[in-house]
């Protein structure tokens, strides 16, 4: 790869008015169109496509060489950060703040604006740390994130033990399925119901969480500490986020009680440990200008989703000039929902970028001329990331009368195995050579790197979109206008780097530190809250959620008709196995999360 940085032009301190308008317009409405997208994949891995799309755009536009250096690194974090956060579940709390009382639309409300600070806030302060910590100190993460993903695949696919536990515990069919079931419960790990009450297992506090998956990273980080000294500044991180997460779920949940989503998945109590452990470690090093960035990514976020879901109940309830004008009712507001949230924080990560290049942070440490963590971050953004969320479109296919029929003699969903080892083998190939520095086809300064890493991943989550086949013309039209905008201002932007001679202060000079006008958006988030709450239940819209049961209007009286007893051949009802458990309650399988 060459060590060229960017074409011979003058150069300032400063991003001129024309750069910093491109980078928060294209940050803007490619996180938009990028979150918008994800609705149609979900949780985690659909939410680092968009944290993905925003690092490699924003890499680019900051216009700062050494950035445009760790083009590929800023998109793999920024993928994992806005991933963390796509592990809480938010659509009963979106019912909730519809109305009914102020109470309960105000809750919803809240809980939104404290969601949408966790999914921005994580991936903001994962950002800050690329930008600012050594090249060394990055690539220690190569093989503790490879190990503990790999322990989290093989969680996810314990169904492939079931033969081996029939050929070792039994052949016979009793024996194979009672092992299973234990497996099967001890991978899922969820709340169920019996009855009508509460199993209070040794699950119970953890509520529908990957609550496995944590507790492997504590236990592999922990001997990777021991083992291999090299890598300890990457376990200590790891390890302090696995920790927090449980502090979180532990004292918010169990001790006080506090529950966002009863009876779903409470894992935004976990990733607000996190969020706190993550602060503490900036504080802690003085690493101000990751703190900042922490700070307004969730502030941003918080926003985003409070005021976006605000929009929705807008439409949904046909206010004003959206019941007027039928052209404004063929916008899904679900859909529109999504795409303000994406568009704010991707606005409020710029904004801190902007803060960022114009005060001058100086450049991080390249103390190794090693590019493994960019081969790495390549491999997982253009690799794992796609290969992963493409079994949704592969779903839908399956579903398809004309496609899951026989291709060559092998039914079609047998071909999906094969075709990802055989992508995944030439996109290895392809990294190889271009370590090396025999790929003639991929650009010699960084700049060009980075335009090109943001072409394809903007490109490659818009055709993931388009394989799904399921989608509304409404919202192709928006994401395709969003991201071809954005990429036109991407490869337009003016090409006059900033002179990063003069960027010398340190990510650790308290200079970083939010200013009056930041904390003012906090303390005005209560009185705006409370604001869209008011107003959002003067729309008398139906409601059918309550968080608190004395909200609730006392149920109608119906005449029922006596319901015939069941058949039962024993003193107790019979038990249903705990997979239809979870199918009954629409509860998120683990290898959904």
């Known amino acids: 790869m060459s060590s060229s940085t960017a074409p011979a032009v003058s150069s300032s301190s400063r991003l001129s008015t024309g750069q910093m308008l491109a980078l928060l317009a294209a940050c803007?409405?490619?996180?938009?169109?990028?979150?918008?997208?994800r609705g149609a994949f979900g949780h985690s891995r659909g939410a680092m496509m968009p944290g993905a799309m925003l690092g490699a755009t924003l890499a680019v536009l900051a216009m700062r060489p050494d950035w445009w250096r760790r083009a590929a690194i800023l998109a793999f974090v920024c993928s994992i950060g806005w991933g963390v956060g796509g592990q809480s579940s938010y659509g009963i709390i979106i019912g909730y703040s519809k109305g009914g009382t102020l109470r309960n639309s105000l809750f919803g409300y809240a809980s939104l604006w404290l969601v949408g600070g966790l999914y921005s806030g994580i991936g903001a302060g994962f950002l800050g740390l690329a930008l600012t910590k050594s090249r060394s100190w990055l690539q220690q993460f190569i093989w503790p994130l490879t190990i503990m993903y790999s322990a989290w695949l093989g969680i996810v696919y314990l169904s492939l033990l079931e033969p081996i536990f029939e050929h070792f515990l039994g052949q016979g069919e009793a024996t194979a399925d009672a092992w299973w079931h234990h497996l099967n419960?001890?991978?899922?790990?969820?709340?169920?119901?019996?009855?009508?009450?509460?199993?209070?297992?040794?699950?119970?506090?953890?509520?529908?969480?990957?609550?496995?998956?944590?507790?492997?990273?504590?236990?592999?980080?922990?001997?990777?500490?021991?083992?291999?000294?090299?890598?300890?500044?990457?376990n200590a991180l790891i390890l302090l986020l696995a920790v927090g997460w449980f502090a979180g779920m532990y004292f918010l949940i169990d001790l006080a009680g506090l529950r966002m989503n009863p009876h779903r998945a409470e894992t935004w109590a976990g990733v607000l440990g996190m969020q706190i452990a993550l602060a503490g470690y900036t504080?802690?090093?003085?690493n101000w200008a990751t703190f900042?960035?922490?700070?307004?990514?969730?502030?941003?976020?918080?926003?985003?989703?409070?005021?976006?879901?605000?929009?929705?109940?807008?439409?949904t309830a046909k206010w004003g000039p959206i019941g007027k004008y039928a052209w404004l009712q063929e916008f899904g507001y679900w859909t529109v929902m999504e795409q303000l949230f994406g568009c704010l924080m991707g606005f409020?990560?710029?904004?801190?970028?902007?803060?960022?290049?114009?005060?001058?942070?100086?450049?991080?440490?390249?103390?190794?001329?090693?590019?493994?963590?960019?081969?790495?971050s390549l491999f997982f953004v253009f690799g794992m990331l796609l290969v992963f969320n493409f079994k949704k479109p592969l779903t839908v296919w399956l579903r398809e009368s004309d496609i899951s029929g026989i291709l060559f003699t092998f039914p079609t969903g047998n071909w999906a195995l094969p075709v990802t080892i055989l992508?995944?083998?030439?996109?290895?190939?392809?990294?190889?050579r271009l370590h090396s520095g025999k790929l003639a086809m991929v650009p010699a300064t960084h700049l060009g790197q980075a335009q090109l890493q943001a072409f394809l991943i903007?490109?490659?989550?818009?055709?993931?979109?388009?394989?799904?086949?399921?989608?509304s013309s409404t919202n192709l039209f928006t994401f395709l206008s969003a991201i071809t905008i954005g990429l036109l201002i991407l490869f337009s932007v003016d090409l006059k780097p900033v002179d990063i001679q003069n960027a010398h202060l340190p990510a650790e000079s308290f200079t970083w530190f939010p200013g009056p006008l930041h904390w003012l958006l906090w303390a005005a988030s209560p009185f705006v809250l409370w604001g869209i709450a008011t107003i959002t239940i003067q729309f008398g819209m139906k409601q059918n959620q309550y968080r608190f049961p004395e909200d609730a209007p006392p149920p109608k009286e119906e005449e029922k008709e006596p319901a015939e007893p069941q058949n039962?051949?024993?003193l107790l009802p019979i038990r249903q196995p705990l997979g239809y458990l979870i199918d009954e309650m629409n509860l998120p399988h683990f290898d959904r999360c």
């Open 28 to 37: 803007t409405l490619v996180m938009g169109a990028g979150w918008g997208i």
């Open 185 to 234: 419960l001890f991978r899922e790990s969820l709340l169920y119901y019996e009855g009508g009450e509460e199993v209070r297992g040794y699950t119970y506090w953890l509520h529908d969480t990957n609550w496995l998956s944590v507790l492997l990273t504590i236990g592999i980080n922990g001997l990777l500490w021991v083992a291999v000294p090299r890598w300890r500044n990457a």
């Open 283 to 286: 504080i802690y090093h003085r």
């Open 292 to 315: 900042m960035l922490v700070s307004y990514g969730f502030i941003a976020g918080a926003f985003g989703f409070s005021l976006a879901d605000f929009i929705q109940m807008v439409g």
């Open 348 to 376: 409020g990560t710029a904004l801190g970028l902007i803060r960022l290049v114009n005060k001058g942070l100086a450049p991080p440490a390249e103390d190794t001329s090693s590019k493994s963590i960019d081969i790495f």
């Open 423 to 432: 992508y995944l083998s030439v996109l290895l190939y392809f990294l190889s």
């Open 458 to 471: 903007n490109l490659a989550v818009l055709l993931m979109y388009l394989l799904i086949g399921q989608i």
């Open 568 to 570: 039962s051949t024993g």
